[in-house]
């Protein structure tokens, strides 16, 4: 068996963290040709020491000069690239099959949109990049053949009840909706809970996943959900009409497909990122992944609920946005980073995270999207109405762009 070389950018991250888990259980299928991520060069050592690949990259360049010290220090023969151009640059190397795109926010987009033009295997846990730059990715895959498979759970739950054919064309297959569940987040059914004094730890208080914590503020808000529905209609090329949302608390069933005679086929498993990693990673063989089967004798019941849309807006401002122009989820995904780091650092209230992100919907600029350049200028745009309208210091302005990401 010929191993796949992994190139996994968002290393130190949580879906980083579960990525080398299924690949140190397979030595025989796959090797690791670079870990990237963000500043954490302590971090990244560990990984290097444990995993020796043959690069490694950090944002950071005064990080990644430490990473090089410290590798020499222990004699690996590890390279270290830093910067936009350094992630780039492992994002394509040659000698990689498979990129793994798990870095959080906008900031990922550049170099995973890169691996997309070299035609590499990209499995995408980066929902963002596919929420700014949808059309962008779509024609470079096309082009460069690339392909690109979703780990985000619903995506891969999706794609395991789609046929193995399935061509971004849902009337061609039978396929009549497409419904992404959603756990609802720590407030679901908590009417008593006041979004102007919600912490940032209650916010990441996540029921059932465990997950970093811009992706579980979003999980509160259920932005999240909201970006998945851009996510599924550049993924499986449908319209916004035929993805829906269903509030499923228990995160066992990660998706369904309907078709038009009628069945629906659904995609389960206890909720732990290992399983769809591992699908990606070795589709269309399946591996091992470390996951606990599911105990039918204790699956009591699976509910199914509606998503209250009044207290969680943020769900409709998606479905708005994906119905304007191309600039609108660009804007709205910037606003909500700029307002999730807000939040978690303190700057501003849970409550103002749907209110930011709809302030800039209707106050941005509609622009045409035609290149990588016009996405991070729409980008940039957004989130400096974003920090406007949170009345940011600023510092703290300057502090929310992508390529100043607060994360380790
Ligand atoms: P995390 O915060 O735990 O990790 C983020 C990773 O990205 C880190 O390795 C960090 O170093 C790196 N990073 C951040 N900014 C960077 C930059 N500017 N340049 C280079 N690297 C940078 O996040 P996570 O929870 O692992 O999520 C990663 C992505 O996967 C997000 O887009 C998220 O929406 C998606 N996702 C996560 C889960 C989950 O279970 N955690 C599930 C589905 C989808
Ligand atoms: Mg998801």
Redesign the pocket.
């Known amino acids: 068996m010929t191993r796949r070389a992994i190139t996994l950018l968002g290393a130190t991250g949580s879906v980083g963290a579960s990525t080398l888990d299924v690949i140190a259980r397979h030595p025989d299928r796959f090797t690791v040709a670079a870990l990237a991520a963000y500043r954490s060069d302590a971090k990244l050592l560990e990984l290097c020491l444990r995993f020796r690949p043959p690069v490694a990259a950090l944002q950071d360049v005064s990080a990644a000069h430490a990473l090089q010290r410290a590798l020499a220090a222990e004699c690996l023969p590890t390279r270290v690239v830093a910067g936009d151009d350094g992630l780039t640059e492992v994002a394509t190397l040659p000698e990689a099959d498979c990129v793994l795109a798990a870095i959080v926010g906008a900031a990922g987009l550049p170099a995973t949109l890169a691996a997309a033009r070299a035609g590499k295997r990209i499995l995408l846990a980066n929902k963002e990049a596919l929420v700014i730059g949808g059309a962008l990715f779509m024609a470079a895959a096309a082009e460069s053949g690339a392909t690109l498979l979703p780990i ?3 995506h891969n739950a999706v794609i395991q009840c789609l046929p193995a054919s399935y061509a971004r064309n849902p009337a061609h297959h039978g396929v009549r909706r497409i419904v992404l569940t959603a756990s609802g987040g720590p407030f679901h059914g908590r009417p008593d809970v006041d979004f102007d004094h919600v912490t940032p730890d209650e916010a990441c208080a996540h029921p059932t996943w465990s997950m970093g914590r811009k992706i579980s503020v979003d999980s509160a808000t259920m932005m ?1 959900k909201g970006l ?1 529905v851009i996510e599924a209609r550049w993924l499986f090329g449908t319209d916004a009409s035929c993805i829906d949302i269903v509030v499923h608390r228990q995160s066992v069933v990660h998706s369904l497909v309907e078709y038009v005679d009628g069945s629906v086929l659904a995609q389960m498993s206890n909720p732990d990122m290992r399983t769809p990693i591992a699908q990606a990673l070795a589709a269309p063989e399946r591996i091992e992944a470390g996951v606990t089967p599911l105990d039918y004798a204790r699956l009591a019941a699976l509910t199914f609920e509606p998503v209250d849309r009044r207290r969680f807006p943020c769900v409709d401002l998606a479905y708005a946005a994906l119905a304007a122009d191309a600039a609108a989820p660009v804007a709205l995904n910037a606003a909500n980073e700029v307002a999730v780091a807000a939040f978690l650092r303190g700057d501003a209230r849970f409550s103002d995270i749907a209110r930011a992100c709809s302030a800039v919907l209707e106050r941005r600029d509609v622009a045409p999207i035609v290149t990588l350049d016009d996405a991070l200028a729409a980008d940039a745009d957004a989130r400096a109405l974003a920090a406007a309208a949170l009345r940011l210091p600023r510092s703290r302005a300057a502090a929310v762009a992508p390529r100043h990401s607060t994360h380790a």
Do not use: I, Y
């Open positions: 985000d759970s619903e999240n998945e």
